[in-house]
Each structure stands twice: as C-alpha cells, then as structure tokens.
C-alpha cells in the first residue's frame, strides 16, 4: 500500500516537471526531490525502473499521469458550468508542453507488442472520448435513455420512456470539436488563438446539428402519432 | 435433472433467501434515490474512484446491463398491457387501474403491481448510471423495442404464454443479479455508495423473484409448449446481457 502511494505521490510530483524535462524517464527521477522529505540526489535508473517500469513503459506511465491530470484540472468560470469552458481549460492545460505532445501521443499509440498494425488508431479515439466524457459529467449532462424520470405516484404514460442516444451523440460531438481543435493546436503551435476558434466553432455547428436530429425526431414523432390517430379513426 | 425441475430448485433457493431478507422490516435501499430528501447524500452523489480498472470495468457493465433489463422488462410489460391491459383477470396483474378496481388482482408486498414496480426499477437504475458515470448500453432501443416485442407477442399467444414470458425472464434476471451481488462483494465496502448499491440489487433481485411467484400462480406453467418457450425467452435473455456488457 505504501508502495502506492509513493508511487502515486512521484507521478503528482513529475507531471509539472513535463513543462522542462518532456514525458521522460528523468521528470520521473527529478520527482524525488520535490517530496515532502525530498531525496539529496534524483531516482537511479533502476529505481525508476522498480517504480514505473523499464523503457518506454515508464514514458507512458507519465504521460497517462500527466492527462489525468489534465482532466481532473478542468475548469470553468461560469455557473452552471459551460462545455465550451471547460475544453478551452483543457487546450489550455496543453500549451506549456505542446512541443513534447507530438511525440507523446505517438508513444501512446506505438503499439506495446508487435502488431500488424504500426499504430494504434483507438488510443487517440479513447483520449478524444474520455476528455468529452468528463466534460460533459461536468456540465452536468445527465443524459440517459428517458427524456424524464416517471413519476412514481401515478400511473405514468409508458410513452415517455423513450428511448434515445443523446448520452452518446452528446459525447461524440464534444469529442470530435475536441479532436479538431487539438489537432490544429498541434498542428499550428504558432497561432495560438485558432484552436480556441475552431473549437467553438465546431461545438456551435454539432449543437445545431443535434437540435435538427431532434427535431426532425419530434416532427416524425407526430406524424407517427398522426397516422395511428387516422388508422383509429377508420377502424384499423 | 430437468431444466424445469433445475429452474424451479434454484428459484425456491433464491425465494428462501429473499423471504428470510424479508422478514427484518426496513425501509427499502431504493428509498435513497426516489426520496428528494436524500438527494444531497454522498452514498448517492459519489462513486468509488480508486479501483483497479478491472473492478471498475465489472461495475460499468454490471450497471449498464442492469439499467437495459429494466428498460426491456418495462417494455415487456407495456407490450403485454397492450394486448391483455382489458383482460379483467390479467390487466390488473401487469398495471392495475385505479378506474376499474379488481377483487381478484394479486399485488406484491408493497401493494403494487409488476409494472409500477418495474418503472420504480428503471428511475432508480437511470439515477445508478449518472452516480458511477456508466456509459449506457448503444442498443437501447434494440432493447425497447425487443421488449416490447417479446411482451406482445407472447400476450397474443395468451395470458398463460405471458405469465410464462414473465416467468422466463424474472429467473434469468434473479439470477443475474445473484451472481452481480457475489461480484460486488469485491468492491470497497467503505465507500458510503457502496453498501446502498448493495441493498438495491438485493432489493431489485427479490422483487423480481417475487413477480417470478406470480407469474407462476398464474398459471405460467399452464402455456403452450411451456418448456419451449421459456428456453427461447430465457436464452433470448442471457445473450441480450452478454451484448449490453460489451455494447
């Protein structure tokens, strides 16, 4: 348990050494002297090898860390909180180490094992997903499959359990804004404000779009409801 | 021995084990989360965060099934309303209505019907998903539409072939939320959610083994081709909660 935790504790200590050190095995080994009982001298390889595993294993380890921490460093200004806000917190969180995010992510998705594949696709779409995830649990998106709770008093109409993806549509819209702003982010490290523009951008056009599925939802809803009235009506 | 007689074994072990639950009168645990005043408690707010992954991965897809049966039966239920909601003796069985009061309805221990039940299941089970941030089943509305379905089809066949759909899918779901109760024995026992998570399945298990009993009084066993049928419905059922557990 102990173990735990000092590991737990350095990776919290190496994630504001990424900013000068980069996602290497030395921010891991600089961690040691910002403990509360600091070491004299930083984590020999094979200590930081023990603690977080050998080669590129202990890399990753920090990079994981280090978007932890990003995620849970969410933040937005506003009350209730705003989904654009809390993105633009987390374009934000990547700007002092966007030199070495490049070369992170490539870690994350070069494969452990060998593969027929050189690279893992899905990690990126992961990421993308767990950031929407948390932002919109944030917001307070409480989306599930009925539109409103039954009222348990009284004999509810069955009706209103309907079913519908918005946890998911939600979630997939938020992570493909993201996706698109971080890509220009990284992309463009020389225009700092076009990641931001693109990200609201992107977020205003999936609102629009999720209103008009909804609606076309709604219209087709009545018609549905029209035609069954008609049907009665001649006795079907 | 026979899957009937296989059935019917384990459904009296699992009734014993509820009914002895039973007797120790206490407020229900799905109290917490239809109770506004509870609203603010962290057992109902917080989920354990520092699980190993794959614990946390048994909890999401534990709950994410949960929540899809309760969608189906709730289906189930509205399609067999459908078709027998006039029946006098097995309307009032699925939803009793306050409109046409009936002498002969068979009501669980709260005095409510299957169906009431079912919606009190699903509210509580929709407040479970945004608590431990569970990512819902992507085939809600297979499950919709599937449970409506199963329970309309089985309705037209007649009000036994029903109360056998009812009698099929309670066991399997009894079942299941046996074995997620043996599962959930892993998780934190300290952490204030988890103890009440506890008390809900436990709770939803027994209620559903108890609308197994009526189903059973009702003459289940009397359907068409009884034996056939339950073994469709039920392993219809156990791959339905295998897909939700992954989709």
């Known amino acids: ?145 009925v539109r409103r709770h039954l009222p348990l008093e009284s004999r509810a109409d069955v009706s209103c359990i309907t079913g519908q993806l918005a946890w998911h549509r939600k979630r997939a819209a938020a992570a493909i804004a993201y996706a698109a702003a971080e890509l220009v982010q990284l992309a463009q490290p020389e225009s700092p404000d076009v990641p931001y523009k693109v990200l609201k951008q992107q977020l205003d056009r999936s609102q629009k779009a999720l209103q008009s599925v909804e609606e076309v939802g709604l219209f087709g809803q009545y018609v549905a409801r029209s035609w069954a009235g008609i049907g009665k009506s001649m006795g079907l | 021995m026979l899957p009937l007689a296989r059935n019917a074994s384990r459904r ?143 309705a037209l066949m007649g009000k036994e072939a029903a109360m056998a759909c009812t009698e099929a899918v309670e066991t399997v779901i009894g079942e299941h939320y046996d074995d997620q109760l043996k599962a959930f024995e892993q998780l934190p026992a300290d952490h204030p959610s988890v103890p009440l998570l506890k008390g809900v399945i436990r709770e939803f298990r027994d209620d559903e083994l108890e609308h197994l009993d009526i189903a059973v009084e009702n003459d289940s066993q009397k359907a068409p081709a009884h034996a056939l049928l339950s073994t469709v419905v039920g392993a219809g059922c156990k791959v339905a909660i295998e897909l939700c557990k992954r989709f």
């Open chain 2, 12 to 154: 009296s072990v699992l009734a014993c084990a509820s009914r002895l639950h039973s007797t120790v009168a206490h407020a229900a645990p799905s109290v917490a989360y239809t109770d506004p005043a509870r609203s603010q408690d962290p057992s109902v707010l917080t989920t354990p965060r520092d699980i190993p992954p794959a614990l946390r991965e048994e909890l999401e897809s534990a709950l994410r099934v949960d929540q899809a049966g309760e969608l189906a039966a709730n289906w189930i239920y509205k399609g067999q309303h459908d078709v027998l909601g006039r029946d006098p003796a097995t309307g009032p069985l699925i939803q009793a209505s306050t409109a046409l009061p009936s002498p002969t309805s068979i009501f669980d221990r709260n005095g409510q019907d299957m169906w009431d039940q079912e919606k009190k299941h699903l509210a509580v089970m929709n407040k479970l998903q945004i608590q431990h941030r569970i990512r819902p089943t992507l085939l809600w509305e297979f499950a919709r539409l599937g449970g409506y379905g199963l329970g309309a089809v089985t």
């Open chain 1, 1 to 145: 348990m102990a173990a735990i935790s000092l590991r737990t504790e350095l990776l919290r200590l190496a994630v504001p050494l990424v900013k000068t050190h980069g996602f290497t095995r030395e921010a891991l080994a600089q961690s040691a002297l910002r403990l509360p009982e600091p070491h004299k001298e930083p984590l020999s390889e094979a200590a930081v090898t023990s603690i977080f595993g050998s080669g590129d294993d202990a890399r990753r380890t920090l990079i994981q860390a280090w978007m932890e921490a990003a995620v849970l460093n969410m933040k937005s200004k506003s009350t209730p909180p705003s989904l654009l806000e809390l993105l633009e917190s987390r374009l934000k969180w990547n700007e002092p180490v966007l030199g070495h995010l490049p070369e992170a992510f490539a870690l994350l998705a070069t494969p452990k094992f060998s593969s027929l594949l050189p690279l893992d696709p899905s990690v990126a779409v992961r990421h993308n997903i767990h950031i929407a995830n948390e932002a919109c649990n944030l917001v307070g998106s409480h989306d599930i499959g």
